[in-house]
């Protein structure tokens, strides 16, 4: 199927890692990418990463791919109270930058 | 602000009605999706353009329809409007790159 799985909720202490987690169906895909929404927003891109590669880092974000797993992570390093949203995984189908989405995480951050 | 825009940004309509959900891509951008974010369904991917051709098709119904001009914007129709069709409509643009930004969506409310 073209389920794309992610855990709902996620609750951290402001200034420690956060981890969003998420599984994916198609091994063909070629790149991955993290959205973030906060209340009322739009879907921000935060970053994607390409298929051959196993970890990208973007200043505090580490994204880490494992393939054979089809398992696809964010880690925010020392999380703050802006970083507080959800965030969508999706796998790209059909070489077309058509993106499925998961259902998203929702990342709260306490004080 | 991702460079994608869209109009209007809410929109609230009686059923069996018709609206049209308007998109202006990041300058030079060929490509426009449209995806429907509700509550029950998530983010679910509809269709895309790619200079002014449908390139894919997602879960779009036959009461909706999309076109996008040789401007390069692209127009969603909703027609006969059911409740349930309520949700928030985004619309994304990419150029080459593996990157699709979104717009700030249009949030529908049909009554």
């Known amino acids: 199927g073209e389920d794309v799985e992610q855990s709902l909720f996620l609750s951290v202490r402001e200034g420690d890692s956060s981890v969003i987690n998420c599984t994916y169906t198609d091994s063909s895909s070629t790149y991955l990418y993290w959205y973030k929404q906060e209340p009322g927003a739009g879907l921000q891109l935060l970053t994607y990463?390409?298929?051959?590669?196993d970890m990208k880092q973007d200043q505090r974000l580490t994204v880490l791919l494992n393939k054979k797993d089809k398992h696809l992570s964010l880690r925010i390093a020392d999380t703050q109270t802006g970083d507080s949203a959800i965030y969508f995984c999706?796998?790209?189908?059909?070489?077309?930058?058509?993106?499925?989405f998961g259902s998203g995480t929702r990342l709260l951050v306490r004080p | 602000d991702s460079g994608v825009t869209q109009t209007p940004k809410h929109l609230i309509t009686a059923t069996g009605q018709r609206v049209t959900l308007r998109c202006s891509p990041r300058?030079?951008?060929?490509?426009v999706y449209w995806y429907q974010q509700s509550l029950d369904q998530g983010l679910q991917f509809l269709i895309q353009y790619y200079n002014g051709e449908e390139r894919a098709k997602g879960n779009i119904l036959e009461r909706f329809s999309a076109q996008q001009f040789p401007d390069l914007h692209s127009e969603l129709n909703l027609s006969s409007l059911e409740l349930g069709d309520s949700a928030l409509y985004f619309c994304?643009?990419?150029?080459?790159?593996?990157?699709?930004?979104f717009g700030q969506g249009t949030r529908l409310t049909v009554v």
């Open positions: 994304a643009s990419s150029g080459t790159a593996p990157e699709a930004f």
């Open positions: 990463i390409f298929s051959n590669m």
């Open positions: 999706a796998e790209e189908k059909d070489s077309s930058y058509k993106l499925i």
């Open positions: 300058s030079g951008d060929l490509s």
